[in-house]
Structure formats: C-alpha cells, structure tokens
C-alpha cells in the first residue's frame, strides 16, 4: 500500500466521481482507476460502488476513509519534522469557513495575509460549507481546521475554542408589527413564517436550539443559503428571521428587535481535532487565528 493510492482513494472518496478525482490530482482518470483497483486488490475489499452517476463509498471504504487520512497526515507530520531541521516551515493547512456575512469578527482574507506574512511556504486551502459539516470534517481529517459557529455543541474528536459572541435578534420588515415593539418573546413568533438558512448552518443551529429549549416550534416557510437573501425576503414583507445585526451592511426596510428570554447567541469558534496530533502548519494557522482574535 502505498501513499499515492490512499491519496487517490481520498479524492474519489471526497469527490465523488473519479473524473474530479483526477482533475484534482491532475492525472488522467486512468491512473485513478487504476490505482483504486490495485489499492482494492490489496486489502481485498471493494471500496467503491460505481454507477452511472454516482461513486460511493462500501462499507469497507468508509472504515478506511479515516484511516487513510490519518495515515497521509502522519506521513505529512514526518515530512515536517525533517523540514524544520532544514529551516522554514512548510505544508499545506486545509481551512473551513462560514460565509463571509457570518465572519464579521475575524475576516478570512486578513487572517491568510498575516499567516502568509509569518509562514510563505505554507499553503492554505479554503472550503466553505455548514458549520456541522465542517466540525465532522475536522473529526473525520478532511479538514485541519474550521470556523464554526455551533456554540458548544462539539462533535466528540474536536475541540472548540470560542473567538468572537453575539447575540441574535428578530428581524422583520419596517411594515410588521412586531417592527414597533422595543422587544420580543419566542412565543410571539411561532406563527410567523421564517427565512432560515440550511439546518447544518451555524445559525439555524443556535436558532433551532432557542426554540427547543423554549419548547416552541415554528414554521420555516423559506430556506436558502445565503444570509443575503434571507434579508430581502425579509424586507419585501414575505417572511421574518432571526439574525445578528452585523451580518448585514444595509439596514435598509429593516428592523432589529431584541429578543427576551432564550435569545439565540451566534458564537464563532475554531474547531480543531483532539483525536489526533495536528501537523506543525496547522498548529501555526491556530496560533495566529486566535491571537487575531484577542486583538
């Protein structure tokens, strides 16, 4: 078994086609196909069932996935040690983020140029995704670090460590009612029809769980997935949302109105692995997030 073949059995795996798969490693899908096969001859279990249209993993293959990962990251770790003998640190750092709309606190971009001005050889890759997609990621090894926004509810195999807090609020059109009042309670929403961003997204996250744990239910009439539009929708009259006021730079037919008891709190956090040792370039990436977030 070698490393080149769980690198190849990953990017099907993350991919999902073995044509993307080798576009990414930029070979030619033969020698995907190929490695795949020999990789499957050696463990004698078929990883994948192809059809048509879609590749997805057997069981076998998912019980491999963190494996492989975990090997190819402590192949990485040893490349580093030897690379921090000869001076410089070197990698490659995979981050997961939220939307920019929900990252008000810590802005990505600024973050990358500071690290970049610190670490040039180290590379950082972005993936954008829900927030409990990325903390399974950061689990699972398919990510090194995220940006999450999940308040403590951390998938066990990660650690979360809090950035930046805000509370959240109603918001409606200027024309509603509930536009006049100076504050609210849950229960005078649960017939109001709602915008909501998708259920794995760090918002809907803290929001479903206010109303859980006020034991109200609501109706989310519309779902999308960017807080952009959760806005308009809002201010053309069709539905209310539950945001916090900085994702949003125009205010515009809005209104922001406190909310009592069992206000939802939108927490950035950064998730970072406790079941496995992070590679040095990861660990410099941490450092340099959190200290950018105390200042």
Not at 101 to 118: K, N, Y
Not at 149 to 177: D, F, N, Y
Not at 251 to 265: D, K, Q, S
């Amino acid at each position: 078994m070698e490393l080149r073949q769980l690198e190849t059995f990953i990017a099907v795996a993350e991919e999902g086609s073995f044509t993307r798969a080798a576009r990414r490693l930029n070979v030619v899908q033969s020698a995907v196909s190929a490695a795949v096969r020999t990789l499957e001859r050696e463990l004698d279990s078929r990883l994948f069932e192809r059809t048509t249209h879609r590749v997805d993993l057997t069981d076998a293959g998912a019980a491999l996935l963190p494996e492989a990962r975990r090997t190819l990251a402590a192949a990485a770790a040893a490349r580093e040690a030897v690379d921090a003998v000869r001076g410089g640190l070197r990698g490659t750092v995979t981050l997961g983020t939220m939307q920019a709309q929900a990252m008000r606190a810590l802005t990505v971009a600024e973050l990358i140029a500071a690290f970049r001005v610190e670490h040039p050889e180290v590379e950082v890759r972005l993936r954008q995704a829900g927030s409990l997609e990325m903390a399974a990621a950061v689990r699972d090894g398919g990510l090194d670090l995220a940006l999450v926004g999940i308040g403590r509810r951390a998938p066990a195999g990660v650690t979360l460590v809090r950035l930046a807090r805000e509370p959240m609020q109603l918001v409606c059109s200027t024309a509603h009612p509930l536009a006049r009042r100076s504050s609210v309670e849950l229960d005078a929403l649960v017939d109001e029809p709602f915008a909501e961003l998708p259920q794995s997204w760090g918002t809907r996250v803290a929001i479903d769980g206010a109303f859980a744990a006020a034991g109200l239910r609501r109706n989310v009439a519309y779902e999308v997935n960017d807080t952009a539009s959760i806005f308009d929708f809002v201010r053309h009259g069709l539905a209310v949302a539950i945001m916090a006021p900085s994702f949003t730079e125009d205010a515009t037919g809005l209104a922001f109105t406190p909310i009592r008891r069992h206000a939802p709190v939108f927490e950035t956090s950064l998730a970072a692995p406790a079941n496995r040792r992070p590679s040095a370039a990861a660990n410099a990436l941490r450092e340099t997030i959190e200290q950018r977030a105390r200042n």
